[in-house]
C-alpha cells in the first residue's frame, strides 16, 4: 500500500515516526475487511540478532507482526459485538487484533507502555477511517484507571514471569463481569504454561490452535479464552 492521504491532526504524529524510523503500510487481510498497518521495514537495527524466544528482557516485540496478532485479529473480525461493547487490548504494539475489533464494531482502547508505539496504532487507526479508538499508556504494575472492559485481548504478551502477577492484577480490576479475555501465542513460549498455571485458579480456561506457514516454517499459535470462575 503506498503512502495514503492523513488527516491534518495526524501528520505531526506521522512525521514523528519518519525521523525514527524507516515505515511502509502493509495490507492484512481479514476477510472482506482489508487492515493497512504501519510497519517498520527495516528490522534489523532494533533486534541486533535477538532472538523473541531467548532474549525476552530485551526484544522489541512490539516491532513486529507476529502470527499470533494475524490470528487474534482474524478471530476478532469474526466476532461482531453487542451494541456497544467495549474491548481493551493489552500491549498492543502495531494493534491488529485491537484495530480489527474496531472495524468489527467494538468501542476499542489500544494500550501500551510507550507513545512511541502508540504512535504507530494512531495513524494505522486513521489510515483504516477508524476516529473512534483510544489509545492509552498503560504500565501494568501501576496501572490507571481505565474503567472496566467486556473483553480484553493480547497477543505474544506472556514472555516475562516477573509481569504475570500484574497482569492477572489488571485482569482482575479491568474485566467486567461477563466478560472474556483472549489471549493469542505462539507455541514455543515456554512462558505460557507457567502464566496459565497461576490464572486456573481465578479463570476458566479454553484453548484452540492455528497453523500459520511462513517461507520457512509451520508456526502453532495457540488462542487461550479466559473467563471468570463462579
Known amino acids: 500500500m503506498t503512502s495514503p492521504?492523513?488527516?491534518d491532526l495526524i501528520r505531526p504524529v506521522y512525521g514523528r515516526i519518519l525521523r525514527k524510523y524507516k515505515v511502509a503500510?502493509?495490507?492484512?487481510?481479514?476477510?472482506?475487511?482489508?487492515?493497512?498497518?504501519l510497519q517498520v521495514t527495516d528490522l534489523e537495527p532494533l533486534l541486533k540478532g535477538r532472538d523473541p524466544f531467548r532474549d525476552v528482557s530485551s526484544f522489541p516485540f512490539w516491532i513486529k507482526l507476529w502470527e499470533s496478532s494475524m490470528v487474534l485479529a482474524a478471530l476478532l473480525a469474526k466476532l461482531p459485538p453487542a451494541p456497544g461493547q467495549t474491548l481493551l487490548e493489552?500491549?498492543?504494539?502495531?494493534?491488529?487484533?485491537?484495530?480489527a475489533a474496531a472495524q468489527a464494531g467494538y468501542r476499542v482502547t489500544l494500550s501500551d507502555y510507550?507513545?512511541?508505539?502508540?504512535?504507530?496504532?494512531?495513524?494505522?487507526?486513521?489510515v483504516n477511517g477508524l476516529d473512534k479508538v483510544d489509545f492509552r499508556l498503560l504500565d501494568w504494575k501501576n496501572p490507571p484507571d481505565l474503567g472496566t472492559f467486556d473483553t480484553i485481548v493480547g497477543a505474544e504478551i506472556l514472555f516475562r514471569e516477573e509481569f504475570f502477577e500484574p497482569l492477572l492484577a489488571v485482569f482482575d480490576r479491568m474485566l467486567a463481569?461477563?466478560?472474556?479475555?483472549?489471549?493469542?501465542?505462539?507455541m514455543r513460549r515456554k512462558s505460557l504454561p507457567q502464566f496459565l498455571k497461576l490464572a486456573e485458579?481465578?479463570?476458566?480456561?479454553?484453548?484452540?490452535t492455528r497453523k500459520m506457514r511462513s517461507e520457512d516454517e509451520t508456526l502453532t499459535v495457540i488462542v487461550n479464552r479466559l473467563r471468570r470462575r463462579g
Not at 493489552?90 to 484495530?99: C, D, F, H, R
Not at 463481569?177 to 505462539?186: E, F, K, Q, V
Open 5 to 7: 492521504q492523513l488527516p
Open 90 to 99: 493489552l500491549g498492543a504494539g502495531l494493534a491488529a487484533p485491537g484495530l
Open 114 to 126: 510507550e507513545q512511541d508505539i502508540l504512535d504507530f496504532a494512531r495513524v494505522s487507526a486513521a
Open 25 to 37: 503500510f502493509e495490507t492484512l487481510k481479514l476477510g472482506e475487511s482489508p487492515l493497512h498497518l
Open 201 to 208: 485458579g481465578q479463570y476458566e480456561i479454553a484453548v484452540s
Open 177 to 186: 463481569p461477563g466478560g472474556t479475555i483472549y489471549l493469542s501465542h505462539d
